[in-house]
């Protein structure tokens, strides 16, 4: 069984990055899409569900984990959302104000929420590095904490 992934920022650097690392590994499946009202057009023709809205995307696929690799205001939306489904998110995003970092420290109670901001300059073997960790620790271990707290 493979583990469904939705990428938020899907049509950024990062997020296609990430996008192409889960459609090449047969441990994940690429479940959902999510970028701006002004860039979810660039996703197009898609083989999976786009959406300009998380919270929309997210009871459509219970149980996918969340990668957010975009900015902290959106960053922080995500983690609103999974805090009201309990879907987990792994946060690749820098710059957050110390006030953000305090609500993603609440939020990672009501989900599980992987934050790991610093990223090395060359994003592919990180990003698989991480989203493998992540994958491991959730198939690995029953949690009902969150996995690590900003």
Do not use: H, Y
Not at 113 to 128: D, V
């Amino acid at each position: 069984m493979s583990t469904s992934i939705i990428v938020v920022g899907a049509s950024g650097r990062m997020g296609k990055t990430i996008s192409g690392l889960v459609e090449a590994d047969p441990q994940f499946t690429l479940a959902g899409l999510v970028d701006s009202p002004e860039r979810v057009g660039a996703l197009a023709g898609a083989a999976c569900p786009v959406s300009d809205s998380l919270a929309a995307l997210l009871p459509k696929l219970p149980g996918a984990v969340v990668i957010d690799f975009t900015a902290p205001a959106v960053s922080l939306q995500s983690a609103k959302a999974v805090a009201q489904t309990g879907n987990a998110l792994v946060i690749g995003t820098t710059g957050f104000t110390d006030e953000e970092k305090d609500e993603l420290r609440v939020l990672a109670d009501k989900a599980p929420i992987f934050w790991a901001s610093n990223c090395p300059s060359s994003p592919r073997p990180w990003a698989r590095i991480m989203i493998l960790k992540w994958w491991n620790c959730t198939t690995t271990a029953k949690r009902t904490a969150p996995a690590a707290r900003p």
